[in-house]
């Protein structure tokens, strides 16, 4: 397929807020199940083993009127939520068999209580992960969550999800991960041959397709991205942090890159990245997801640094690793995590030297000027140090 | 019951008030609370270690067992609120780089700390340690994050799980207990250099029992018609010293025994609350309420209610630092799992459906009159979702419930004739709802 292709075929997806990939996926076999997550991780590997299709709910996005949603939040609230609710109260979520919300923050935790009320018949779980670190305290936590967990996707499932289902969908999911950090190699090392409005999407595309069939999309695409050469352009390489939870508007990543800069490393849908290397196969995988989660995953707002050297190290580091020279903190108007972790970010930056940038966005942003100026005046400033 | 004359310069006001008009218990909780900061200010130079810790799953017995002098941050946040100083302090932390966006409570705190001085004007002292309770509040791990990183201090993490299921399982227990056996107790010997002494913190707990137990009846006393407290403005003062400092120290046994005594008193003569403009006489409704209050302009906010003849009769706020009302007590025969417990049970660790059951029990339980829903701008724990809470509980109950939005201690969120024009709607609602009810 040529990049034009996988593209549009990625933005259809990304655009259809009727979820019909996973219909599809549903019809394909009678009896099959879908559950849905939010960000920021869930163990999408018991989904799998389960058998069935783990479904990413990220927002609605700038395209979804919300009505109803609206009028369960004050003005000071995110709006991941309030598209959220819109989403499942039009019924566009019925397709779900399940939900699980993950530990992320108090608005995401209340909401899954208010699914527990609002959705009565189907699966709810707030999914807790442990903010200690040891194997033997925050660990045996986990893997008792985990526990209860697969349990309860089996019950839904109606068959048992043995060790080895695990081991299957922890080597499926490996697979990805690698697929999805060869992609993310490669944009770093050639912008300008995999933009980030396009790998975006490509990692969207995630979200709904069995993992199976999105690890063929990421190869092909990287492929696909290598054979046609596009233009190089002087533009500043950044990182850009904070968009973890609600997403911002597709627009504005486009805008960010028209004004002048590469995105070489992000931290949208972080679940794909979340567990750093392979989880190994060998021994009891709910010990392995547990390892890899104590000791081998992402930094970001919602866990806990357990020393103040460990605040920032992973931003520095990725700095270092995909040769960004800035940093843009673009975070969702009223998000506690992102907010509340961004002054200390930007200290330690400081403390490298290291440019950054700020700005809010929503999930629905329509104006990209003001973000477009800033980016660009971000990007030249950079040039200029640069070449002072 | 007794008055004091207000110092208006003071509290940062040009016209002079009214004096305030108080309980004695009220009175005696203030006395300790300005001595606990004094205890703070000067610990350094007596060689005691500072601890801080959140009110939501503090661990105040365990800190004593240590000899820490003891701060609380929202306990100062909403102190110096009260006293008029957070406003400046907000606007420093955000002219630092904090966000408009973020729990004022936090950057109150960041901003008196860039000042030295606490809510009483006596240096607050930089804690030693930092004990991260981080009980149904996901800031509580930022706030700590962010004062570690300016202020380097000894931080340790007690994470406890949320209620997601609606109760309290095996596993969350076991990890909350081993936290504290494993990371908490051997952080703060090192900190302390004092060897933990389970017979002490069975003492301590036995004493807050003490005190749970007359918390309890005097929340409870507002079931009486009519009510002799008022369970969210009033009850402010009374779980100060429990859900602070004080809780397992005999100060605070015998204040609840004085306060118990007040109380059990006023009942027994008929006598509603006091108010801070007077003993209130008539009780025209009865509300409950949910979220915290705003304290900025609490004197104020107070008297919306109590010109109308409002009592809160139970307040979901008055359970942030502990659910007692419902059987909890701390148990000093087995000290460490109790504690577990308590941290566990903390109101803004349980989940949207059992907040509900809550509020419709009390509304049923206090004979109240409806729901009232203070949404505070800062606090997502409280907040995000009460909309929903609202039409449940109409919906359970068939009681009108009202929505006002406030913030904690950011006086920029306080639009007082928005909230009276709200509050007086709401009265005529309840009152229509009534003549309705006569009617049929």
Not at chain 2, 319 to 336: C, L, N, Q, S, T
Request: aromatic share 10%; hydrophobic share 40%; charged share 25%.
């Amino acid at each position: 397929m040529k990049v034009a292709d996988i593209v549009t075929h990625c933005g259809k997806l990304f655009d259809d807020l009727s979820f019909s990939a996973v219909k599809d996926w549903k019809a394909a076999v009678p009896g099959r199940k879908a559950v849905g997550y939010m960000p920021v991780y869930v163990p999408r590997e018991l989904i799998h083993a389960a058998g069935m299709l783990p479904v990413g709910i990220f927002g609605g996005g700038d395209q979804l009127e919300v009505i109803q949603g609206d009028a369960y939040y004050q003005s000071y609230i995110c709006r991941i939520p309030r598209s959220t609710i819109e989403l499942g109260l039009t019924g566009r979520l019925d397709v779900l068999d399940g939900m699980l919300f993950p530990s992320i923050c108090d608005v995401i935790r209340n909401l899954s209580g208010m699914w527990q009320i609002l959705f009565k018949d189907k699966y709810v779980r707030y999914f807790d992960v442990p903010q200690n670190y040891q194997d033997a305290v925050g660990g045996e936590f986990y893997v008792n969550e985990l526990k209860v967990l697969r349990d309860d996707l089996a019950k839904l499932a109606g068959r048992p999800v043995t060790d080895d289902d695990l081991r299957k969908s922890i080597s499926i999911y490996n697979e990805n991960r690698r697929a999805i950090d060869a992609l993310y190699e490669y944009r770093a090392q050639k912008p300008w041959q995999a933009p980030t409005a396009e790998v975006y999407l490509v990692l969207r595309a995630g979200l709904v397709l069995p993992v199976e069939e999105h690890t063929k999309l990421v190869r092909e695409y990287i492929a696909a991205a290598d054979a046609s050469p596009r233009a190089k352009r002087d533009n500043a390489r950044v990182v850009l942090t904070g968009a973890f939870c609600e997403q911002p508007p597709l627009g504005l990543i486009k805008s960010i890159e028209m004004a002048g800069c590469y995105i070489v490393d992000d931290d949208f849908m972080l679940c794909f990245r979340w567990l750093i290397g392979d989880v190994p196969l060998e021994g009891d995988p709910l010990v392995n997801l547990s390892g890899a989660f104590l000791h081998r995953s992402a930094a970001t707002a919602s866990k806990y640094d357990e020393k103040k050297a460990d605040k920032g190290r992973p931003l520095v580091e990725s700095v270092k690793h995909y040769g960004a020279e800035g940093v843009i903190f673009a975070a969702p108007s009223f998000c506690d995590p992102a907010l509340l972790e961004r002054p200390m970010l930007q200290g330690v930056l400081a403390k490298h030297k290291i440019p950054y940038t700020a700005f809010k966005y929503a999930e629905n942003t329509g104006q990209m000027a003001p973000i477009r100026e800033q980016a660009g005046t971000f990007a030249d400033s950079i040039k200029l140090w640069s070449a002072a | 019951m007794s008055t004091q004359p207000v110092n208006a310069a003071a509290l940062g006001g040009a016209k002079p008030k009214a004096p305030v008009q108080k309980e004695d218990a009220m009175w005696l909780q203030k006395e300790m609370i300005n001595a606990n900061y004094a205890e703070l200010a000067s610990a350094h130079q007596t060689g005691r270690k500072v601890s801080a810790t959140f009110v939501p799953g503090n661990l105040n017995e365990l800190l004593m067992c240590f000899d820490f002098a003891r701060s609380l941050p929202e306990t100062n946040a909403l102190q110096n609120g009260m006293r008029k100083k957070s406003g400046k302090m907000i606007m420093d932390a955000e002219r630092e780089g904090h966000s408009e966006d973020v729990c004022t409570y936090v950057k109150a705190d960041l901003g008196m700390m860039m000042g030295g001085k606490g809510p009483t004007g006596d240096p607050l002292p930089t804690p030693d340690v930092l004990l991260l309770s981080y009980t149904g509040c996901f800031t509580f791990m930022k706030w700590f994050e962010l004062i570690r990183q300016k202020y380097d201090c000894e931080t340790v993490m007690l994470h406890v799980p949320y209620q997601g299921d609606g109760h309290i399982n095996k596993n969350m227990r076991d990890y909350v207990v081993k936290q504290i056996k494993e990371n908490v107790i051997p952080t703060l010997e090192r900190v302390s250099g004092v060897k933990f002494d389970i017979d002490r913190l069975r003492g301590y707990m036995r004493e807050s029992a003490k005190s749970e137990e007359n918390l309890v009846r005097v929340l409870q006393s507002a079931k009486h018609r009519p009510s002799p407290i008022d369970g969210y403005f009033g009850a402010v003062y009374y779980i100060g010293p429990i859900f602070t400092a004080f809780r397992g120290m005999p100060e605070a046994t015998k204040y609840y025994d004085a306060l118990w005594h007040e109380v059990s008193e006023r009942m027994r003569l008929g006598k509603g609350p006091i108010t801070p403009d007077g003993e209130m006489a008539d009780e025209q409704y009865r509300l409950v309420v949910e979220g915290p209050p705003n304290w900025t302009s609490f004197r104020d906010f107070w008297k919306m209610f109590s010109d109308e003849g409002a009592v809160v009769v139970a307040s979901t706020y008055a359970k942030v630092g502990g659910v007692y009302d419902f059987g909890f007590r701390h148990d000093p025969e087995h000290p460490i799992e109790s504690l577990a417990e308590y941290c566990l049970g903390c109101y803004t660790n349980l989940n949207f459906p059992q907040r509900i059951d809550m509020i419709c029990k009390y509304i049923d339980e206090y004979q109240a009159d409806g729901l009232l829903i203070n949404s505070i701008k800062s606090c997502n724990s409280f907040s995000a979702g009460q909309l929903l809470i609202l039409r449940e509980v109409e919906k359970r109950t068939g009681k009108p419930a009202a929505f006002i939005e406030t913030d904690l201690v950011d006086p920029r969120y306080f639009s007082a004739a928005n909230v009276k024009n709200r509050l007086e709607s709401y009265f005529q609602m309840v009152k229509a709802k009534r003549v309705a009810a006569a009617a049929h």
